[in-house]
């Protein structure tokens, strides 16, 4: 009843915070403290310009089989706003950084160069690296330093995946000031290979009045980052000109550190391909819309309209992740599609059947993983509200979890929290197994491969999870202020 009362007089507190940012005259420089959310000026981007490809990361190594590349995270000044320029730290200058573009079977071996004035590390996300490979919190690249990434990318994992960095507490800084980047892994076999492949890398930028990166506020610290400007490929709803009549191939990546995406298409229906981990057994064909929790990503077909010359709008749809109605995410528009002149093209076969997905076995273990809330936790720049992983903030010297090498679990995450966490496991692809609401379950309703589940407020999702090589590895919610403030905990696999 008291936790009650205090929630209620929190929550009174920060509507007072909204409503104070809505004038916009916050000192933008101070960041971070209790007065003056920063004014989002995302508004004075340009906007429209063509979709920008992607870039990608040269391979140095001159053999298909080997992969060798080197990044480099620096301060960069870059021109986002004509005449502004804006202090970002990028991967090699570029907004998102390079591509990754790797290949099943392939040895990897990538240079990091940190030329930042903090620790950094690159985390391969949802890639099956070893634990000592993955850019850990516990394993920082100081400031000057260098380090060497090697791995080898598993036949069977091609896939959208991302890569950023994942050091002690700063990743959510360094996530917005710009270092977040895709990669994809492609396979011999790929049955949508005769299909045009688009990478569309959904990011957030959010600039104050200087055009600077805005710091973190309270309501960032406790709702996760929101109110920036949505950028597809680094730019501000760009123009994505096909034919029409054309079937793509689209993978969607959400890299923002907070917000939700509901993704639609005017006149269009999406058909699902992909999850995280890569292709879905078969097509789902007809949706009106498919939602990306942070961190995750798709890859859906678009066969688009007959009509030449006609122009339709990819959104980010609404959503509300509850907390009180203050975790409420507006509507974005992402990107314009647009036909050109030309005569429609004939349709694209699309194959029924994409490739076999093997269920997980039976679970030979239980765990069971709570998200709560806590009250005044005063971390990260005073953020109200803490979450914690079964009642216990971070703490990398600490080992939460334990499982064996190769054994099939089951994993209940519960949400006792007032609003949705996006919940991440390292080193791994899991299934949904079901979902439960108000103790009604419902099972997955279909196999898919995924390292991010969303689970929403006061809900639960119970999922089939293995790792597969001996280490440490991180499970966290993946609103990346959330981490910061220590909603992660530590899994140990130990030799079977
Ligand atoms: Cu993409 Cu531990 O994160
Ligand atoms: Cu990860
Ligand atoms: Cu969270």
């Not at 101070?30 to 959310?37: A, L, N």
Request: proline residues 8%.
């Amino acid at each position: 009843m008291k936790r009650r009362q205090f929630l209620g007089t929190s929550l009174a507190g920060m509507g007072g915070l909204l409503a104070g940012c809505g004038g916009g005259e916050g000192d933008s420089s101070s960041g971070g403290g209790m007065t003056g959310v920063p004014p989002v000026t995302g508004d004075a981007l340009p906007e429209g310009q063509p979709l920008r490809p992607l870039a990608a990361l040269p391979n140095e190594s001159g053999q298909a089989e080997q992969f060798s590349g080197t990044l480099a995270a620096a301060p960069t000044l870059a021109t986002l706003i004509p005449g502004q320029s804006t202090a970002m730290w990028l991967y090699n200058g570029v907004i998102p950084g390079p591509l990754l573009e790797l290949r099943e079977g392939q040895h990897v071996r990538i240079r990091l160069d940190n030329r930042l004035p903090q620790d950094t590390t690159v985390h391969w996300h949802g890639l099956l690296v070893p634990p000592d490979q993955d850019g850990n919190p516990m394993d920082p690249v100081r400031p000057g330093a260098s380090r060497i990434y090697e791995f080898d990318v598993p036949t069977g994992t091609a896939g959208t995946y991302w890569y950023h960095p994942h050091a002690h507490q700063t990743v959510a800084e360094q996530v917005a000031r710009g270092l977040a980047a895709p990669l994809i892994v492609r396979a011999d076999d790929d049955p949508l290979a005769h299909l045009p492949d688009v990478t569309m890398f959904v990011s957030g930028l959010r600039l104050d009045r200087n055009a600077q990166i805005s710091a973190h506020s309270p309501m960032d610290w406790t709702l996760g980052r929101q109110g920036e400007a949505l950028l597809v490929n680094g730019g501000r709803l760009p123009v994505h000109t096909v034919r029409p009549g054309t079937t793509q191939r689209w993978r969607i990546l959400n890299a923002t550190s907070a917000r939700y995406l509901r993704i639609a298409l005017d006149g269009h229906t999406l058909t699902l391909v992909g999850t995280d981990g890569g292709l879905l057994a078969a097509p789902i064909a007809g949706l009106s819309e498919v939602l990306i929790a942070p961190a995750q990503r798709i890859e859906v077909l678009v066969t688009v309209d007959a009509t030449p010359n006609a122009r339709y709008r990819l959104r980010a749809l609404r959503y509300e992740s509850e907390f009180m109605g203050l975790g409420t995410y507006r509507d974005d528009d992402l990107l314009t599609l647009a036909t050109s002149a030309e005569p429609s093209a004939v349709p694209a076969d699309i194959p029924q059947s994409l490739r076999p997905i093997a269920a997980l076995g039976v679970p030979s273990a239980q765990q069971r993983v709570e998200l709560s809330e806590s009250m005044g936790m005063g971390m990260m720049g005073g953020g109200m509200f803490g979450f914690l992983i079964n009642g216990r903030s971070f703490d990398m010297n600490r080992v939460d979890l334990t499982t064996v090498q190769g054994r099939v679990e089951l994993w209940d995450i519960v949400n006792n929290t007032s609003m949705d966490h996006p919940i991440h496991i390292h080193g791994t692809q899991f299934q949904l197994a079901s979902r439960a609401v108000a103790g009604v379950v419902t099972p997955a309703p279909h196999l898919a491969w995924l390292d991010t589940v969303n689970v929403p407020s006061r809900q639960s999702a119970t999922i089939k999870v293995r790792q597969t090589m001996p280490g440490k590895r991180m499970f966290h919610c993946h609103i990346l202020e959330h981490e910061d403030a220590g909603m992660m905990g530590v899994l140990e696999v130990r030799p079977s």
